[in-house]
Every structure is written in structure tokens, then in C-alpha cells.
């Protein structure tokens, strides 16, 4: 059998978004900025899906801009906003525990001389809205904090942060990285204060390659590509017409469903939680419930490397992740696993499981039984 639970570093596409990248890249194949026909077939794909996406958010056709996924999206927000409101000051929050494309992107701005607070979060991924309220200065013009953390799953309140800010200091910009949250949660900017929200297109069975970035209307923001001026010229390129009809026929499907989806994947969350239980040495460090994702599951296994764990399960055909796949390429502590106060043992001896909607119960009790069978021996080689 293979199970496959590392949903959140990347999952498998819909047949419907294959058949229109196929379509897209084989047939109605012309570039969207083009004059003649093909041009304005291709152009009415990003039209189709660009009304899809602002359907789903119940925003403007208009605030959608398509980049090549959530990287560029959260770069753009962070980068692109503090760069073009830096007259009205220089001062920035974030959080301990934001994705390695916002916190970079910070260390960049940190040395342009902007001034950076990130904030502390409890032991189970929050931020305290008071040390917020305490952080916001007159000279903040942007909070960014993620909807979804993507290592263990922690739901942040964005719209009581949002309204803790604004009523501080109303000109302070909110980006949300909703890259984990985007298909499993009903998100309304408007309603909820967010002015900046990035969304990845492989996180919901979408393409690679393709994510959007909702900015505001009135929002000022300065591009990070320049060239022909495609979309209203805040990024230039040709546009990824297949990725990006993906895209929207991935929201379309995930959003009709959404209810259905949700209750899916928090059946399987539930399950694989108890069944941890059972086993000696475990501890999950994702809550049940609200606060906590539908789809991620963090656990510790005591006296196991996780990423010979990893390995060892994936020679049995099950695909987990010992981190953000994102960073997967740069070994380090987790800064996730350090901002909950995980005991130091269990910081390079933790998974996550993050499911989709192709996942089934039986693939958990599969990955359980090879788990039963593995921890036993591979703690016999436990570090002393």
C-alpha cells in the first residue's frame, strides 16, 4: 500500500484542472497578451479564473494578481508594500513562527533599515493579541502573520488581529499568509480586515507553479518584476495561462465542497491522533478542534531521528515530512517547533502528516501498523 501525507508540502491535482492544462497547453495554447484569436481565447481563460477566485473570497475581479505561487505572493506583500509605504514608516510585525518567504524577505527589509517585531506565540502556535496590540506604533505600516501554520497547523484569529491593529493605527496595512488555509476555511478579506491575503495553487489540487496574491483595493504597492506591463503592470511576463485555468478550476472544485472537504479531512486528523495514542513514546503537538488545521497533524517520536523515521516509512510506501518541504534543503532546527517551546528532545525527532481529499482511513491504519513495527527497532540505535 502507499500513503502519501505530506498534502501540505504539495498534492495531487484534480482530473478536471488536468484536462484544462492539457486543453490550455495543447490546444487554446495562445499567449494572452496577443491580438488575434488565440490570444483572446487565452486571455478569457485568466479572465474565467480570476472571477472564479474573486467568487470564492467575495472580492473584486480586479484585486486578484496571478504570480508564480505563495513564495512570490508573500514576497510581493512583505517587500512590495513596505518598499512603497516606507514614508509613512518603517516599523514591521510579524511572527516567531511565519514561513521561510516571509521571514526572509524581513531579514531583507531588516537591512534596508526597516525595524522588525516579531512576535512571541504560546505553546500551542498564537500569538497573544495583547503583546500585538502592545507591538503596533504609529510608524507600523504592516503586520503580516500566517492563517495556517504549516508545520503544526495552529489557526491564527485574523480577524481579532485585524481589528486589534486597526483600531490602533488604521493605516497599518494586514497580510495573511493564507497558503494553508486557502480551501479549508470560508476567508472574506472585507469582512475580516485582511488587505493582503497569498494563496499557492498546489496547496488544493491545483498546478505547480501558479498562486495569487489578493491586494486591496487602494492598497499601495510596488511590483517586484518589471517588463511588458502585463496585469495593470504590477507583474510583468507572459502569463501562465494553463497554471493559472488550473488554478481556478482547483478553487471552483474545492469551494463547491468545501463543507464536505473539511469534515473529510478532520475525520481523518481525528483518527490518526487517537491512533498515535496507542503507541508507546508519542506525542502530537496538534490540537483537536478550532485552532488547529483540518489537514495537519505534528507528532513527536521520542528516541527517533525524525528524519531517519521519515526514510524508514518511506521504504514501506508512506510519505510523511520532518518539516516545510520549502526548506527541506537547508537543515536546521525548526523555528516553528523552538517558538512552541518544544522540549529540546523532540526538536529533530518530529513529523507532520498532512492529509487531502484523496486520503482514506485504511492508509492510517497502514502507516500505524508500520509505525508499531518500526519505533520499537529503531529506538534499539537511540542516542545516549
Same mark, same amino acid.
Given at each position: 500500500?502507499?500513503?502519501?501525507?505530506?498534502?501540505?508540502?504539495?498534492?495531487?491535482?484534480?482530473?478536471?484542472?488536468?484536462?484544462?492544462? !492539457?486543453?490550455?497547453?495543447?490546444?487554446?495554447?495562445?499567449?494572452?497578451?496577443?491580438?488575434?484569436?488565440?490570444?483572446?481565447?487565452?486571455?478569457?481563460?485568466?479572465?474565467?479564473?480570476?472571477?472564479?477566485?474573486?467568487?470564492?473570497?467575495?472580492?473584486?475581479?480586479?484585486?486578484?494578481?496571478?504570480?508564480?505561487?505563495?513564495?512570490?505572493?508573500?514576497?510581493?506583500?512583505?517587500?512590495?508594500?513596505?518598499?512603497?509605504?516606507?514614508?509613512?514608516?518603517?516599523?514591521?510585525?510579524?511572527?516567531?513562527?511565519?514561513?521561510?518567504?516571509?521571514?526572509?524577505?524581513?531579514?531583507?527589509?531588516?537591512?534596508?533599515?526597516?525595524?522588525?517585531?516579531?512576535?512571541?506565540?504560546?505553546?500551542?502556535?498564537?500569538?497573544?493579541?495583547?503583546?500585538?496590540?502592545?507591538?503596533?506604533?504609529?510608524?507600523?505600516?504592516?503586520?503580516?502573520?500566517?492563517?495556517?501554520?504549516?508545520?503544526?497547523?495552529?489557526?491564527?484569529?485574523?480577524?481579532?488581529?485585524?481589528? !486589534?491593529?486597526?483600531?490602533?493605527?488604521?493605516?497599518?496595512?494586514?497580510?495573511?499568509?493564507?497558503?494553508?488555509?486557502?480551501?479549508?476555511?470560508?476567508?472574506?478579506?472585507?469582512?475580516?480586515?485582511?488587505?493582503?491575503?497569498?494563496?499557492?495553487?498546489?496547496?488544493?489540487?491545483?498546478?505547480?507553479?501558479?498562486?495569487?496574491?489578493?491586494?486591496?483595493?487602494?492598497?499601495?504597492?510596488?511590483?517586484?518584476?518589471?517588463?511588458?506591463?502585463?496585469?495593470?503592470?504590477?507583474?510583468?511576463?507572459?502569463?501562465?495561462?494553463?497554471?493559472?485555468?488550473?488554478?481556478?478550476?482547483?478553487?471552483?472544485?474545492?469551494?463547491?465542497?468545501?463543507?464536505?472537504?473539511?469534515?473529510?479531512?478532520?475525520?481523518?486528523?481525528?483518527?490518526?491522533?487517537?491512533?498515535?495514542?496507542?503507541?508507546?513514546?508519542?506525542?502530537?503537538?496538534?490540537?483537536?478542534?478550532?485552532?488547529?488545521?483540518?489537514?495537519?497533524?505534528?507528532?513527536?517520536?521520542?528516541?527517533?531521528?525524525?528524519?531517519?523515521?521519515?526514510?524508514?516509512?518511506?521504504?514501506?510506501?508512506?510519505?510523511?515530512?520532518?518539516?516545510?518541504?520549502?526548506?527541506?534543503?537547508?537543515?536546521?532546527?525548526?523555528?516553528?517547533? *523552538?517558538?512552541?517551546?518544544?522540549?529540546?528532545?523532540?526538536?529533530?525527532?518530529?513529523?507532520?502528516?498532512?492529509?487531502?481529499?484523496?486520503?482514506? *482511513?485504511?492508509?492510517?491504519?497502514?502507516?500505524?501498523?508500520?509505525?508499531?513495527?518500526?519505533?520499537?527497532?529503531?529506538?534499539?540505535?537511540?542516542?545516549?
Amino acid at each position: 500500500m502507499e500513503a502519501y501525507f505530506d498534502n501540505s508540502a504539495t498534492t495531487r491535482v484534480l482530473d478536471s484542472v488536468t484536462e484544462i492544462v !492539457v486543453r490550455t497547453m495543447t490546444q487554446d495554447y495562445g499567449n494572452a497578451a496577443a491580438k488575434h484569436r488565440k490570444g483572446m481565447e487565452a486571455e478569457q481563460y485568466i479572465r474565467s479564473a480570476r472571477a472564479e477566485i474573486a467568487k470564492t473570497l467575495k472580492v473584486a475581479d480586479k484585486e486578484i494578481l496571478f504570480t508564480s505561487g505563495g513564495s512570490e505572493s508573500n514576497n510581493m506583500a512583505v517587500t512590495g508594500t513596505a518598499l512603497a509605504n516606507q514614508r509613512a514608516g518603517k516599523h514591521i510585525i510579524s511572527t516567531a513562527i511565519e514561513h521561510p518567504s516571509v521571514y526572509n524577505p524581513m531579514a531583507f527589509l531588516e537591512e534596508q533599515g526597516f525595524e522588525i517585531t516579531f512576535l512571541p506565540v504560546d505553546g500551542e502556535g498564537h500569538i497573544s493579541l495583547e503583546e500585538l496590540e502592545q507591538a503596533v506604533r504609529p510608524d507600523t505600516i504592516l503586520v503580516s502573520v500566517m492563517y495556517v501554520n504549516n508545520e503544526v497547523g495552529a489557526v491564527e484569529p485574523v480577524e481579532e488581529i485585524s481589528r !486589534v491593529i486597526k483600531k490602533k493605527n488604521p493605516r497599518v496595512l494586514f497580510h495573511v499568509d493564507a497558503i494553508q488555509a486557502y480551501g479549508k476555511f470560508r476567508i472574506y478579506p472585507k469582512r475580516q480586515g485582511i488587505d493582503l491575503l497569498s494563496v499557492s495553487g498546489h496547496k488544493i489540487h491545483g498546478p505547480k507553479g501558479v498562486g495569487f496574491l489578493y491586494i486591496g483595493s487602494g492598497v499601495r504597492i510596488r511590483p517586484l518584476i518589471y517588463g511588458g506591463g502585463q496585469q495593470g503592470g504590477l507583474r510583468a511576463g507572459t502569463e501562465n495561462v494553463p497554471g493559472v485555468a488550473g488554478l481556478g478550476v482547483a478553487a471552483r472544485e474545492m469551494y463547491q465542497n468545501l463543507e464536505g472537504h473539511v469534515a473529510h479531512l478532520t475525520e481523518l486528523k481525528d483518527y490518526l491522533t487517537d491512533r498515535l495514542g496507542e503507541l508507546e513514546g508519542v506525542q502530537v503537538n496538534s490540537r483537536k478542534g478550532t485552532g488547529s488545521a483540518p489537514q495537519i497533524v505534528s507528532a513527536s517520536f521520542d528516541g527517533v531521528r525524525s528524519e531517519v523515521l521519515l526514510h524508514a516509512l518511506e521504504d514501506r510506501g508512506i510519505y510523511v515530512s520532518s518539516g516545510s518541504a520549502c526548506s527541506s534543503h537547508h537543515p536546521g532546527v525548526s523555528g516553528t517547533l *523552538k517558538g512552541i517551546g518544544l522540549a529540546p528532545r523532540y526538536l529533530d525527532a518530529t513529523l507532520r502528516f498532512s492529509f487531502g481529499i484523496f486520503n482514506r *482511513k485504511e492508509e492510517i491504519d497502514y502507516c500505524i501498523q508500520v509505525l508499531g513495527e518500526l519505533l520499537p527497532v529503531l529506538r534499539k540505535y537511540k542516542r545516549g
